[in-house]
Structures are given as structure tokens and as C-alpha cells.
């Protein structure tokens, strides 16, 4: 479909970005509605307690204070909705106990955010403490219950069946069990941990809802990838048609999941204005965000690895126990599952697995940047590393030993899914190649001579992503829990105007991926139309297609194969429209230059103006055919997409305080046909940033008591441009066939990749000392301490 002036893979500059980097987009926190209160949480100090009584005359006695809520007030509406509703789920206000610090109690709405907040200090709560179960072994232990009469441990996922429900760790795998006890085989274990995150969005979560009494319909604004979703969840709660609820998602600052989830919060406001019938808004505070909204990972698993001498794995095991926080949201215990969608890797080897997944009482995790991908390929990566150190084996040689081939595919994994498409052997040779593999172990080696410590590190990943099969609803991927029965399908629609400039709508929304550029580079391809003349909507769920939202790496797989085809369709009646006016026949027609021409004739040609001025003056058109000129398509592909790459680092450890510094990173990705180069360098470098993040800096650190000694970015790291060297990108394109475009997702991938890399790098400066393995982040201490230790 492409035109003479193809935009299609070419570096273009992002529509969005003029009105960002001025200050000038709108964000919730920008928008305005005359009348607005604010509300303030009352949030629980203890992280298991009783609540005997809730004391608010005080706070309502307070000048400016209009109302004050507890779980009375909304427990009719039920609990917060979940879409895999496994577990408890989350009451709007705490109902009678508390299962986490920050769990809110109550709400506050007033004048000002600083009443309100005054008013929530006036609140009285009587807590009767209780016994919390923070560590995760403990939790799965049943040594206290979260919820009493549950075991924490929700279900396992494991075997060769998605749900098992609360189950032991299944019989091992005959295969594996065999090659172990075999004299020519290796077998290495280690436990490790995949620390909690707090996902660290640069905007913070903020709503604002406006319910119109008259009409008994609500607007509401919300920070959120999924607007659809929470239209539909809001419309549940209430008991009100969905196309009473309109959800706006402006400008979105970041999301990486922590925007994937209907919170109560969402829920609330809405509650709040009807009963005030005055909008009402509600905006995090960055201490808040610790508590308010979900957090991600927090896995402790043990990997074992067996196999030959010669670099052959004859079995990979995975048993985890998997952290659910306090209660269920929104695909809190899918998470873990989707990690065993590519427990496997890119390798063709037998693989048993069990994921318990547990309840602690600290806050809900949930989807965070690759969700269950990172840690599956942590793991993964991680005893790959220790296995080729062990029978003393180069650790790519292993991992290029095992790999699928290109001719296997389409390839069905140990898992049950089957792979698209992938080229795994070429593409590490082509990281290795690149950055001169061998002349880098010699430089290490040179370095450690002289004694620093120098360590190299290389991870390969396959993730899956594009989700999109409408097969997925039978697995609780859809968005039914929300009052939405719809699969993980995609949607456009591509509408000329009357001028002949263009307006594409999508149903996926960006918080800054550049939606707006690429999809506008997809349409100005197929048409001929300038991008300065394509305008990109998003974020409105009633103005837009419907459409489940953006995660899992799947807008331009899915929603934007949509708007490929319904250009395409757009471009079909164009031409016969062009034909008609330039009396030549529709096959014959070009589109370039912002109009249309007959093949070898270019002065016979048309701007996009006329054609759409014919198209919207039906008289003028040959007979039957329908005026406009619009095409809306929904895309369910058959598959999910595989992208895949490989990740290299080179550290240095300073082995007298224990302190890491990265020198060089590098990635070689493979995420299909790319739309835009620039756009997926800068996806790759954000994930990578992240992963790095995780392995050197980032925890989420409870006490005993269940109290987050982490929750203000005083406490909590976040890497900054001097943490990080510039990093080396490349690619190989290896395109699907599961959908036209040839893409696959790229979102996610860099974080995918990064956080074992780096693990890999640092054991490999230490463990000619004796360091097997060290837990992430790896601050100077813990680096330090694993030195000392091996010392022993």
C-alpha cells in the first residue's frame, strides 16, 4: 500500500511532541470544571488491623469540609471491580479491617485539597491491630492469614494446565527427572529473588468526575491506559448504561502498567459527585503512589538447570512463589502466568514449572512494565549463565546450542503456544559481530590481570506480546469483568474530511509511545496525504472505536493493523472515486503529493480536496455509490507476536566498596518490520533504563510490621542520565505473518532483556572470586558482601 512519498519506515519527527515539550499539553491535572472539590484519603497506618470504629464529626464540624465517606456509605456499590476476579477483591473504602498501610479507610471531599487534608487528619479511627504476613514464605506457609479462612495461596500455576487451583508442586518432569540421573550430566540450582518495584510514572494517577444529575451520566477524566475499561466498570458499578459514562484520558504521563487497573479511587469520585452534584477531583501525591496504586514483581523462586558437558539442556525447572499483595485487581494473578507463556525462552528444551501465586499484606501487585515476562526471562537467563560457567562453556555457545531454528517455525513451546516467527542464532552472532565479542573477553581478561574487575554480560529473550486473539477471552483476558465482553481485538477508524484532510480515532491511547506519529505515518503512506494534514484521536471512550487499551506491547500490532486496513479500505473507494473524476479506471489510480493521478499520466491528477469534495456531495458520484468517505475495522489477529533480541554489558566492580559502574551497553532487538526508527529507539532505551533500575537501584522495602521504608523518591532511586552510558542499539528485522503489517511489539522489550544482563555482567566480574549469584539491586553493600562472603 505504500505511495511514492512513503513516510513507512523512515525517522520522522513525533507529532506530539511540540505541545509537550512547551508545558502545553493537557493532562487531568489541567483540566479545570467550575465548582471542583477535592477529595483527601484517610489511610491506614497498621497493615493488618480491625477497624472498631470511624469517628468523623470532627472532620464534617470543619469549615469547607462537605462530606465525609466510609464503607457505609458505598458498600451498596460492592467491591472494586476486577477483571480475573480470583481472590479477594478490594472494597471501595476498607470494610471493617484493613489489609495494608495506605489502605484507604476513608474519604475527605472538600474546597481545597489542603481542607480536605485537614479534614482527614480530623478523622478518628479506632484500630485493634492484628498479625500481618509480609515475607513471602512465610505467606505461602499459611503462617498468618491475609483474609481469615483463606489460604493465602490463591492457585498455582502449573503442569500443563493454566488453572490447578491451590495444588503441591507437581511430580517433576519424567524427561528431567531421567536426565538427572544420568553420569554425563550437569545439574545447577540457585534460588534468587525478583525484587517489588514501584512503578514511577512522571505523572502521578489523578481523576476528576463530573456527574450531570439531569442526565444521570458522568464525565470523568482519568490518567488511565484503558479508558474503555473504566467506562465500562463505572457504568457496572452504578447500574447506568455505558453510554451514559464518558472517560477522557488526556495526555497521560507515563503508565507502564500502573495505569492499567480500574481503581477505587475512580470509582469513588464518581460516587462523590452525585452525591454533591459538584465535580469532584482526586490527584496522588508522589508519597501516595506507594500505596495507592499497584506495585509489580516481588517473585523468590529457585531455577534448576540440566544438562551435558557439550552445553546440551536436558531440562529447565522453575518453582516460584509469586507476590499478590492484599487483595486482587486486574490481572494481578495472570501476571505470573504470562510469565510462563515464555518460561521456555527462545530454547528448545523440556521445561516444568510451578508458580504459586500468594497473598501478603502489603499492596496489590499487578502488570509493570513486560509483567511476568521480565521475571520468566530473569530467571531463565540467570541459571543459563551459571549452568555454561559450570561445565565451562562461553555462555552464548549454550545458549546458541539450544535455540529454536528458523526453519522450526511456526514453533509449539513446552508451554502449549505457538511462536510466529524468529531468527535467534542470527540475531546474538549479529550483537556479537557488532561489538566484537572475543576482543571484549580480552579486554576483561586484561583488566582482571591487573586486578579489576571486569565482567561481561549477555542475555538472549523472546517475549510474547500484540495480545490480540480473541481466544484470549477464554482465558479471562477480555474486558467481561468490567461489563465490556470484548476479546483483546483491535480498532480504527480513517475518516477524510470534507477538505481532504484526515482524522484517524483509535481505540489505543498513548503516554508516550507517539502513537500520533506512527499511526499518522500508517495513513500518510496509504493515501499520499502530508502527516501535517492527518490528525490522531485517542482517549475518549465515547468518541472513539472501542478498544481494550494500551499494554502488553500490542497497540501497533493490533489497533494499528486496524487503521492499516481500514486505510486500506479508504484508498479503495478514493480510487474509484479519482477514476470516476478523471475518467480512467480505478486500478490505473496513484496517490502521491497529496492527491491522486492516473499511472504515467501525472497531470492527470486530482488533489485529496476534490476527491473528498465528490465524495461528500453524493450526486456527483457514479451510481450506487455511498457518500463519505470512512472506513472503521476491527482487527483480531490469530496469534500473539514473538519479538525477540539479544543484550550485552560490560561493568566494572570496585572490589574495595562494592560499587558497580556500567561502561557500555548494547542490544540488538528484533520487533519485526518498524514503523519508525526513532520512536523504537527510544522505547528500547526507556525499557532498557528500567531494567537497569531493577538490577542496580530500585526495591520496594517493607519491615516486619508491613510498613514501606521506600515510599518517597528520597528512599527510592531512580537512575538519571549520569547512572547511564549512552547505549548501542541495532536490530534484525524478522517480520510475523500474523498480521499485515509485519510488526511486532517493542514496548516492553527493553526491559525484558536488561535487569539479568547486568546481573550477568557483575557475577561475571566476581566469580572468579567465588560469587556465584547476588540479589538485585545490586547496591556497593551487597555487592561488597558477596566478595567478603566468598572470601569465607
Excluded at 458522568?218 to 453510554?243: D, K, M, R, T
Excluded at 499520466?601 to 476534490?610: E, I, L, Y
Excluded at 514501606?708 to 523518591?713: D, G, V
Excluded at 536490530?731 to 536488561?754: F, Q
Aim: aromatic share 8%; glycine share 10%.
Amino acid at each position: 500500500m505504500t505511495t511514492s512519498t512513503s513516510v513507512m519506515g523512515g525517522i520522522v519527527r513525533r507529532k506530539e511532541d511540540p505541545s509537550l515539550i512547551q508545558g502545553k499539553g493537557t493532562y487531568v491535572d489541567d483540566v479545570k470544571r467550575a465548582g471542583e472539590l477535592a477529595a483527601v484519603f484517610v489511610r491506614s497506618p497498621f497493615a493488618a488491623a480491625k477497624i472498631n470504629s470511624i469517628d468523623v464529626s470532627a472532620a464534617l464540624e470543619l469549615e469547607g469540609v462537605h462530606a465525609v465517606y466510609t464503607a457505609d456509605d458505598v458498600r451498596h456499590l460492592g467491591p472494586n471491580p476486577a477483571q480475573v476476579a480470583v481472590g479477594t477483591l478490594r472494597p471501595l473504602l476498607a470494610d471493617g479491617a484493613v489489609k495494608h498501610v495506605g489502605e484507604a479507610v476513608a474519604m475527605v471531599v472538600a474546597d481545597s485539597r489542603y481542607i480536605a487534608q485537614d479534614g482527614a487528619d480530623l478523622v478518628f479511627v479506632d484500630y485493634e491491630p492484628g498479625d500481618a504476613v509480609i515475607d513471602l514464605k512465610e505467606a505461602h506457609a499459611d503462617k498468618v492469614q491475609v483474609h481469615e479462612g483463606e489460604s493465602n495461596t490463591l492457585l498455582t500455576w502449573a503442569g500443563n494446565a493454566w488453572w490447578e487451583g491451590v495444588i503441591d508442586l507437581p511430580d517433576p518432569s519424567p524427561e528431567i527427572q531421567a536426565a538427572k540421573e544420568r553420569d554425563d550430566t550437569v545439574t545447577v540450582s540457585l534460588e534468587m529473588v525478583n525484587q517489588r518495584l514501584i512503578p514511577t510514572a512522571i505523572e502521578p494517577r489523578a481523576v476528576l468526575a463530573d456527574w450531570r444529575g439531569g442526565y444521570e451520566s458522568v464525565e470523568l477524566w482519568s490518567s488511565s491506559q484503558i479508558p474503555h475499561a473504566v467506562a465500562g466498570a463505572v457504568a457496572g458499578v452504578f447500574g447506568i448504561p455505558s453510554n451514559k459514562v464518558r472517560v477522557i484520558a488526556p495526555e497521560v504521563g507515563g503508565g507502564f502498567g500502573l495505569k492499567l487497573n480500574v481503581y477505587p479511587d475512580e470509582i469513588l469520585v464518581c460516587f462523590a459527585s452525585k452525591q454533591l452534584g459538584r465535580p469532584v477531583r482526586w490527584t496522588e501525591t508522589r508519597r501516595e503512589a506507594g500505596f495507592a496504586s499497584i506495585q509489580g514483581r516481588g517473585w523468590v523462586g529457585t531455577a534448576t538447570m540440566t544438562g551435558t558437558k557439550d552445553g546440551k539442556i536436558l531440562g529447565y525447572e522453575l518453582e516460584a512463589i509469586c507476590d499478590m499483595g492484599a487483595y486482587t485487581h486486574n490481572f494481578t494473578v495472570a501476571i505470573p502466568l504470562l510469565g510462563l507463556f515464555v518460561a521456555p525462552g527462545q530454547y528448545d528444551i523440556p521445561t516444568s514449572y510451578a508458580l504459586h501465586c500468594v497473598m501478603t499484606n502489603t499492596p496489590t501487585t499487578d502488570a509493570y512494565r513486560g509483567a511476568g515476562r521480565p521475571e520468566a526471562a530473569y530467571y531463565l537467563e540467570r541459571i543459563i549463565d551459571d549452568f555454561a560457567r559450570e561445565i565451562g562453556m562461553d555462555p552464548a555457545d549454550v545458549r546458541k546450542a539450544n535455540y529454536w531454528k528458523p526453519e522450526d517455525f511456526p514453533v509449539t513451546t513446552a508451554i502449549g503456544l505457538t511462536m510466529d516467527s524468529g531468527d535467534y542464532a542470527t540475531n546474538l552472532d549479529a550483537l556479537l559481530d557488532r561489538v566484537d565479542y572475543e576482543g571484549l573477553k580480552a579486554k576483561r581478561d586484561a583488566a582482571r590481570a591487573e586486578g579489576r574487575l571486569l565482567g561481561l554480560g549477555l542475555s538472549t529473550y523472546v517475549e510474547v506480546c500484540g495480545f490480540g486473539p480473541s481466544a484470549l477471552a477464554g482465558l479471562g483476558f477480555s474486558w467481561a469483568g468490567y461489563g465490556l465482553p470484548t476479546a483483546f481485538n483491535g480498532s480504527g477508524v480513517v475518516r477524510v474530511q470534507p477538505d481532504g484532510t484526515c482524522t484517524v480515532t483509535i481505540g489505543t491511547g498513548p503516554s508516550g509511545q507517539g502513537h500520533e506519529t506512527t499511526w499518522a505515518q500508517i495513513v500518510s503512506d496509504g493515501l499520499g496525504i502530508p502527516m501535517e494534514n492527518i490528525e490522531v484521536q485517542h482517549g475518549d471512550s465515547l468518541d472513539s472505536p472501542m478498544g481494550v487499551g494500551t499494554f502488553g506491547s500490542r497497540s501497533l500490532a493490533v489497533d494499528g493493523t486496524a487503521t492499516y486496513e481500514a486505510t486500506g479500505r479508504v484508498r479503495e473507494k478514493a480510487a474509484k472515486i479519482a477514476g470516476h473524476l478523471l475518467e480512467a479506471a480505478e486500478q490505473d489510480i496513484q496517490f502521491a503529493d497529496g492527491g491522486a493521478h492516473v499511472a504515467g499520466s501525472p497531470d492527470r491528477a486530482v488533489t485529496w480536496g476534490q476527491i473528498a469534495e465528490a465524495a461528500y456531495q453524493p450526486h456527483t458520484l457514479p451510481e450506487g455509490m455511498e457518500g463519505g468517505l470512512e472506513s472503521s475495522v476491527v482487527f483480531s489477529p490469530p496469534n500473539a507476536t514473538w519479538p525477540f533480541g539479544s543484550h550485552l554489558a560490560l561493568v566494572e566492580v570496585d572490589p574495595d566498596t562494592g560499587d558497580v559502574k556500567l561502561l557500555e551497553y548494547w542490544a540488538t532487538d528484533d520487533c519485526g518490520n518498524v514503523i519508525n526508527p526513532m520512536i523504537v529507539d527510544g522505547q528500547v532505551h526507556g525499557g532498557i533504563a528500567q531494567g537497569i533500575a531493577q538490577a542496580l537501584f530500585e526495591e520496594a522495602i517493607y519491615d516486619d510490621m508491613g510498613n514501606l521504608l521506600t515510599a518517597s523518591l528520597a528512599d527510592y532511586p531512580l537512575p538519571d542520565a549520569a547512572s547511564l552510558p549512552s547505549f548501542s542499539l541495532d536490530r534484525t528485522v524478522t517480520p510475523t505473518d500474523v498480521n499485515p503489517l509485519g510488526v511486532k511489539g517493542i514496548g516492553e522489550a527493553g526491559t525484558i532483556g536488561s535487569a539479568q544482563t547486568i546481573v550477568n555482567a557483575v557475577v561475571d566480574a566476581v566469580s572468579h572470586l567465588g560469587v556465584r549469584h547476588i540479589d538485585m539491586p545490586l547496591r556497593p553493600k551487597r555487592v561488597w558482601q558477596a566478595i567478603e562472603d566468598a572470601k569465607e
